[in-house]
């Protein structure tokens, strides 16, 4: 049986010289740094949890109708006739909550350990691109089941753009291809969610794989392994403390994908609306632009952004500063290799005011969270009375937030260009625990 | 354990602090004031009873659009001749959704507005919601169709099961600077066939039988669901060994 697979490995081989070396440049002879920790799962559940989405998406698109008339009819098609519909489509609608979960503490992990540093800024770049385009293929799907908040939601997302003078209003119009959301919305949406932008997201991610290969991978000590002491079990000239990512990494991160898998079966079987927060209520009544929902909130992971929108004041008689602040709350990000100017990479050896920097921006992050789900607008009563003006509390605690989110990358070039932070020593090698 | 430990420990500890926070403001978010239904999707008798009484009091004006006959039969154990003698009194055939036989158009003009589906009336609305209405309709003269609800006020539905609780009339409360009063409570004014125990019981079953029909799907769930976990923690469990096994060389070196 062994000899089978062996011929059949050398056949391929020879009509294929590149894939053997290919593949040993991205697994076998890919030397990760030995001393990866919980953080460092994120990734690789990032990429599992894409390709169940792709996969389970097929199989939504070969029963989904995209039509104003017939979509939500067939999201309740699909969960009661299809066979096994009803777990494909509670796979996808989990998939693209946890999509964002493992996303955030992805990046987050990046923050930490400086990941985004020289030579790796294009890592990070690659990586932001993901995540906009991320959000804009989550936007986009979450108006295909054409419930009331698919469509409010798609209302009042698209009318952001509005806010653009001159041109917002038919900008608006441009993007809907009608006067409110409708067929033409849905159409270019499900064309754009299903086709268009998982291609960029595919290629994005090879290309953020490809550019991390080609640097090799920070950890979480921010030393450099590549360029460190040489010579391994395996070669030579590969850092010593580099192990090859397969198998070593590859079945650790199987341990990763179980404890994913654990917790997304659990709330599939168990708790597919999460209590209403994968799943909102008011999208299970059809969409109905008579009847606006009591209240029109984004699905948890863009209430941070929602968040910044509506905290922001208008003035000079446009509301567009709340938009830009939104956008640029995500663009900041992109700025991250070039604020942070401390070349010491990793938290354990930074100066204390970088570490309650990131904690305050940790907690503005949180905060921003509980004012786009509506939370403060329900807890600021119920903690402090009926009699207070919860508009006057949550827009001050919510502009609060909004400064704090930005005042971070400030004081963090700040803190970093002008030498204030008092760096430890890095050690030469990585330190492991166990 | 050194002091760059302890930093990251302080850290995680305070990351986890603040989840937590923010957990148990959505906890706080969450109640938001209605009893709760007590439903059970594992009690089929339940869900029986309640099939019996959505078909008796609700289908002459409400429609289950996404649910078949054939469905229901399946899931709660009935067979073709019983769904089709005592559930289905439209001459519908079995395989064919529940739809009401009340003529839309007329249902408009009579109440104001359409009899809603009530397909999904669960998912949207809430267990404890729909159970809570059932129980607040209360006899009001100023209504123009002689009935109110103290959780939809003003719904535009008279008060289908008052046979079964009788009446409620409501006492109310002085209303402040010349306000209307408010309902301050609901009392039962004329006792009808089932003691108030045991209506609780019937409107708990029919708003079973509404969660099952907004997502018969949960049953299924239900029965798969903990088989799948027990798998899938075996899985992890051996691809913890095998990471162990694997990386015994990479702690020696």
Known sequence: MSNVWSNLGDWVTERTPGMLPMYRKHMTEYYAPKNFNLWYYFGSLALVVLIAQIVTGIFLTMNYNPSAAGAFDSVQYIMRDVEWGWLIRYMHSTGASLFFIVVFLHMFRGVIYGSFKRPRELVWLLGMLIFLVLMAEAFMGYVLPWGNMSFWGAKVIISLFGTIPVIGTHLVEWIMGDFLPGDATLNRFFALHVIALPIV???????HIAALHEVGSNNPDGVDVKHGVKGNRWSPLAPADGIPFHPYYTVK???????????????????????????????????????TPAQIKPVWYFSPFYAIVRMVPSFMDTAVWGVIAMFGSIFVLFAMPWLDRTPVKSIRYRGRGYKIALTVFVLAFLGLCAV????????????FGSDVDVTFWENLFGRLMTLLYFGFFAFLWAYTYFGWETTKPVPDRVTTHD | MTKRQGLLRYFVLAALTCALGFASM????????????????????????????????????????????????????????????????????????????????????????????????????????????????????????????????????????????????????????????????????????????????????????????????????????????????????????????????????
């Not at chain 2, 009579?110 to 209405?133: C, I, R």
């Open chain 1, 201 to 207: 997201l595919l290629l994005l991610v090879v290309l």
């Open chain 2, 26 to 253: 959505a906890q706080a978010a969450e109640e938001g004031g209605f009893p709760s239904a007590g439903t059970n999707l594992r009690d089929q008798a339940s869900l029986q009873r309640g099939a019996k009484l959505f078909f008796n009091y609700c289908v002459g004006c409400h429609s289950l659009k996404y649910m078949r006959y054939s469905r229901i039969g399946e899931d709660l154990g009935l067979t073709e001749a019983e769904v089709m003698t005592n559930l289905n009194f439209t001459g519908a055939k079995y395989g064919e959704p529940v739809v009401s036989a009340m003529p839309m158009d007329l249902a408009a003009t009579w109440f104001g507005k359409d009899p809603p589906d009530l397909s999904l009336e669960v998912e949207a609305k809430g267990a404890d919601w729909v159970n809570a209405y059932l129980n607040s309709f209360y006899l009001d003269p100023a209504s123009p169709i002689g009935w109110n609800n103290t959780v939809l006020p003003n719904a535009a539905m008279p008060f289908p099961l008052w046979e079964l609780q009788g009446t409620q009339t409501a006492v109310m409360a002085p209303g402040k600077d010349g306000q209307p009063g408010t309902v301050e409570k609901l009392e039962l004014a004329q006792p009808g066939k089932l003691t108030p125990a045991q209506f609780q019981q019937a409107t708990r079953d029919l708003t079973n039988f509404l969660e099952y029909a907004s997502e018969p799907a949960a049953l299924q769930r239900h029965r798969y669901g903990v088989w799948v976990l027990l798998f899938l923690a075996f899985f992890t469990l051996l691809a913890y060994a095998l990471k162990r096994e694997y990386w015994k060389d990479v702690h020696e070196a």
């Open chain 1, 253 to 291: 991160d199987l341990v990763g994908v179980g404890f994913l898998l654990l917790i997304a079966a659990f709330i599939i079987f168990f708790a597919p609306t999460l209590g209403g927060w994968f799943l909102e209520p008011d999208n299970s009544i059809a969409a109905n632009n008579l009847v």
């Open chain 1, 372 to 383: 786009g789900t509506d939370t403060t607008a329900e807890v600021i009563p119920a903690w």
